[in-house]
């Protein structure tokens, strides 16, 4: 039996599947806003940029707070407000500022569940299983991320974005059930030494190059999933689920098969190919003209984040302390969001100045990138796993 999977394991998945199928509805957002609220790019990066900025002046505080206060309090708190403002969206009829709100909101909540959801994960685990273990736990992630807005989709077609949002609700409360299950293995947990404060990690430079290497990859990642739409939309591609389903499928069967790569004792052989594949796949969409080329793009983006995420991030928590791990996540999920939410903005603004090409090719060349800081996050041979538990 694989060591991964336990009582508690699975009860997590079933939890963060109800969880992040509510959340990933949203990422349909972009087209309720074009056909319903009737808005531009720079309206849509605006919206889904609010909610990285919420979530990246929120990570540190959660991670540090989880540290000392445990992970199920505030995953129950993600998972109530993310209904809570699902519902809310029933009541918006124009792009205003209750757009905005529900959207800070929603990226209140994205932290307090997704960071305290997958430091319970890693806490659950031996060391050199957290890269397949994150790996095996983001596949309930990226099932959503398949499912959630096909599903949305054809609702909204059927019945309306009401029942869209109505449905997100229903699957956030869901996951408040399975979070009251769960034992919080953080209050097990001693250090051997004072964990540090958060800025005190950002100055390691095995930690701060892995979280700009994070950062670099949201850059494309945010930018291939906001503008992706609106760009197959203009080119007549009016089903623009398949790049997210093209995406979530290779992701899940990488993760699948290959989780254990994620654990490789050497990173650089798995990390910096993939951002490379991931880099090339965003890249493609710049020729955009078939759903052939809109699905090869998704694949490519799947596989490619599929190993370099799960692995990055393990890679970080291994360099912190049992007693620091909140906040060793916070700062990857952190340099993540903050590439999303620059990845959102920028390239919004751009795309209104220029055109909506022009987003893909500067997204793909930031990611390529990345492969550069990863390679100096490792030449640090004094930067590997620490033993204090």
């Not at 959207?103 to 569940?113: I, S, V």
Request: glycine content about 8%.
């Amino acid at each position: 039996m694989n060591p991964v999977l336990t009582t508690q394991f699975a009860l997590l998945v079933t939890a963060n599947v109800c969880f992040f199928m509510g959340h990933s509805i949203f990422l349909l957002l972009p087209k309720f806003m074009v056909t319903d609220l009737k808005v531009g790019e720079a309206a849509i990066g605006q919206a889904m940029a609010i909610f990285g900025l919420m979530a990246l002046l929120t990570l540190p505080i959660v991670g540090s707070l989880a540290d000392h206060y445990g992970r199920r309090l505030f995953m129950l708190a993600g998972a109530l407000v993310m209904g809570i403002t699902a519902f809310m969206f029933m009541y918006v009829s124009q792009y205003n500022t209750l757009v905005l709100l529900l959207r800070a909101f929603q990226g209140l909540a994205f932290p307090c569940w997704f960071v305290c959801s997958s430091t319970m994960v890693v806490d659950s685990v031996e060391p050199h299983l957290r890269g397949s273990a994150l790996g095996i736990f983001g596949i309930s992630t990226l099932v959503t991320h398949g499912i959630a807005p096909s599903l949305a989709e054809w609702l909204a077609i059927q019945r309306g974005f009401d029942s869209v949002f109505l449905l997100s609700m229903s699957f956030c409360f869901i996951a408040v059930f399975f979070t009251l299950l769960l034992q919080d293995n953080h209050f097990g947990l001693t250090a051997k030494t004072k964990p540090r404060p958060i800025w005190q990690l950002l100055r390691l430079n095995s930690i701060i190059y892995l979280v700009l290497t994070a950062t670099l990859s949201g850059i494309g990642f945010g930018a291939v999933l906001t503008y992706s739409q609106p760009h197959a939309l203009a080119k007549g591609l009016n089903t623009v689920s398949y790049f997210i389903i093209a995406y979530a499928t290779s992701s899940i069967l990488v993760r699948l098969f290959f989780s254990r790569l994620t654990d490789h004792p050497r990173p650089r052989l798995i990390v910096l190919p993939s951002l490379l594949i991931m880099a090339s796949g965003i890249l493609l969409l710049t020729w955009l003209n078939s759903y052939t080329l809109f699905i090869i793009s998704g694949v490519l983006v799947g596989l490619g984040h599929a190993l370099n995420y799960p692995t990055m991030n393990a890679l970080l928590i291994n360099r912190v302390r049992s007693s620091e791990r909140g906040k060793g996540m916070s700062l990857f999920v952190g340099g993540f969001n903050m590439g999303a939410t620059l990845g959102q903005v920028l390239f919004g603004y751009l795309a209104s100045f220029f055109s909506l090409g022009v987003v893909f090719p500067c997204a793909g060349l930031l990611v390529a990138m990345g492969a550069v800081t990863f390679y100096l996050a490792t030449l640090d041979s004094h930067s590997g796993m620490i033993e204090d538990h």
